[in-house]
Structures are given as C-alpha cells and as structure tokens.
C-alpha cells in the first residue's frame, strides 16, 4: 500500500513495503526518486537495518551458536510496515520483530517521512526488546533521479561536499560499485553547477557516507548516510560502527534531504 501527504511544493509517498519512500514529486509533476526499474535495479530509497552491507560469509556467531544473515542490507526492507499515522505533514510506520532465526533479537522499528516546504525527511527509531543488548547498524540509501535539470546531461553534474571537495560524476564512476566519502563536512550534494540546483542530504553524524550506482549511471545516483560499515568479523558487536541497543534501550537516525531543484 502507499500513501502520500502533500504541500505546494512537493508530494511525498511511502510504501507499507519496507516502511520506505516510494516518491518525490515536484508539483509540476517531475519526479525525484528514482522509479525502481526492475531491469536495472529494484529499489528506490530502502533503509538498511538491522545491518549494513553484507555479513562475513553470510553468518554471524552469538553465544557460541552460528545464525545465518544471507541478506545484504538487513531485512527491515524486505518486509511489511503497519501504518500507524498518516496526518498533516507526515506518514508513520511501524515494524514488530518477534525474533527469529536469523535474528533472535525482538525490536520496533518505527519510521516517520516528514515534508516541509523544499524538505523531506525519514526518521527511523529502533528499540531493543530483547533481555540481551542487541547490535544495530542502520543506514540510508535513497536513490535520486539523474539528470534532474532539463536538456542536462550526466556529466553536467558533480557530488559537491560542506568540506569544499567535489567528485565530478561521470559514467565510470561506479565500474568498481560503491565507495566511501569520510571527513567531507556536514553534507553531501549533487549539484548542477552550471544552474546552481541541487539534491542535498545530511550526513552529519553518520559514521560513514557511500556514493553508489550502476556501472554507467543509468539514470541515478545513491548518497547513502550510513551509521554503521562492513567488516571482517563474525561478531556483530565488532562491526565498524555499530551500537549495543541495551533492552528497553531506544536509538533514532535522520535522513534529511534538502531539494533546491
């Protein structure tokens, strides 16, 4: 199911399907998001959670015992969010985990899109309710249409961060698949510099910051908030990154993104 809230600049819809956003459209109709291609790649903006990236060898050890984790990204995205709100400026889901195989752990996650004037935001919080603590990583990885300027072509923009430092995009750029962009300031944009439009989002905070898409850049980019990275270990708790979530223990992550476009 979908849902979206609204106001004279732009249409935010979410979808029940990983409690993700599914739209952002421009009131004269141009849309943001990428559509999710399934030639190309599915997703639009799913939010990575409990982990990020892939598990070493897809498994993980706790108390002795080996629980696969054959999922990149977690699987929070995977499955369907309840709607609890849809008022106003915003759209609110919420998952129940009963704990599982793969993760024994119970948890909530609920997450609430939020529109105001040229601004969107996600805000995800993950509480522990479990009797153990329990490792969480979550990250961000909206995907965002390119170009977005008319008569524009790819290599018209660049990834402009706070930091001064720019990454021109050009069709090569992702032949090695993603990579990240650390100590870069407070944001990250892809701009069009020749217009001076742009899609910011927020990185601060995070612990780290992919760019990603396909070998060619076939019509989108990703700039992904991460709160959490890849690692070597078979111990969760050892991920680069991550957070103990004692029980009853709550934690809230921001993805906002700033559209001056």
Same mark, same amino acid.
């Given at each position: 199911?979908?849902?979206?809230?609204?106001?004279?600049?732009?249409?935010?819809?979410?979808?029940?399907?990983?409690? #993700?956003?599914?739209?952002? /459209?421009?009131?004269?109709?141009?849309?943001?998001?990428?559509?999710?291609?399934?030639?190309?790649?599915?997703?639009?903006?799913?939010?990575?959670?409990? +982990?990020?990236?892939?598990?070493?060898?897809?498994?993980?050890?706790?108390?002795?015992?080996?629980? @696969?984790?054959? /999922?990149?990204?977690?699987?929070?995205? &995977?499955?369907?969010?309840?709607?609890?709100?849809?008022?106003?400026?915003?759209?609110?889901?919420?998952?129940?985990?009963?704990?599982?195989?793969? +993760?024994?752990?119970? *948890?909530?996650?609920?997450?609430?899109?939020?529109?105001?004037?040229?601004?969107?935001?996600?805000?995800?919080?993950?509480?522990?309710?479990?009797? /153990?603590?329990?490792?969480?990583?979550?990250?961000?990885? @909206?995907?965002?249409?390119?170009?977005?300027? =008319?008569? $524009?072509?790819?290599t018209d923009y660049v990834f402009r961060f706070?930091?001064?430092?720019?990454?021109?995009?050009?069709?090569?750029?992702?032949?090695?698949? #993603? *990579?990240?962009?650390?100590n870069t300031g407070d944001w990250c944009r892809?701009?069009?510099?020749?217009?001076?439009?742009?899609?910011?989002? #927020?990185?601060?905070? *995070?612990?780290?910051?992919?760019? +990603?898409?396909?070998?060619?850049?076939?019509? *989108?980019?990703?700039?992904?908030? +991460?709160?959490?990275?890849?690692? =070597?270990?078979?111990?969760?708790?050892?991920?680069?990154?991550?957070?103990?979530?004692?029980?009853?223990? $709550?934690?809230?992550?921001?993805?906002?993104? &700033?559209?001056?476009?």
């Open positions: 199911m979908e849902y979206t809230v609204k106001n004279s600049d732009l249409a935010l819809t979410a979808q029940t399907h990983g409690g #993700s956003l599914h739209a952002i /459209t421009k009131s004269d109709g141009q849309e943001l998001l990428w559509g999710g291609d399934p030639a190309v790649w599915p997703s639009r903006a799913p939010v990575c959670f409990p +982990w990020c990236g892939n598990v070493q060898d897809g498994w993980y050890e706790l108390a002795g015992q080996r629980h @696969p984790a054959p /999922t990149r990204h977690g699987f929070a995205r &995977d499955v369907d969010h309840a709607l609890v709100d849809q008022s106003g400026d915003a759209i609110t889901f919420r998952m129940d985990h009963p704990g599982h195989q793969t +993760w024994p752990w119970p *948890f909530t996650l609920q997450t609430v899109h939020r529109l105001s004037g040229h601004r969107v935001q996600t805000i995800c919080t993950a509480t522990n309710r479990a009797q /153990t603590p329990m490792p969480v990583q979550l990250g961000f990885h @909206p995907a965002f249409r390119v170009p977005f300027v =008319e008569d $524009s072509g790819l706070q930091s001064g430092k720019v990454i021109p995009l050009e069709p090569h750029l992702f032949d090695n698949d #993603s *990579f990240p962009v650390d892809l701009e069009h510099p020749a217009s001076g439009r742009y899609i910011q989002v #927020s990185t601060q905070g *995070f612990f780290t910051t992919l760019l +990603w898409s396909k070998p060619g850049v076939p019509g *989108f980019v990703c700039i992904e908030p +991460w709160d959490g990275f890849v690692g =070597e270990s078979h111990d969760l708790f050892a991920r680069p990154g991550a957070t103990a979530l004692a029980p009853g223990q $709550s934690k809230t992550w921001t993805l906002t993104v &700033d559209l001056e476009v």
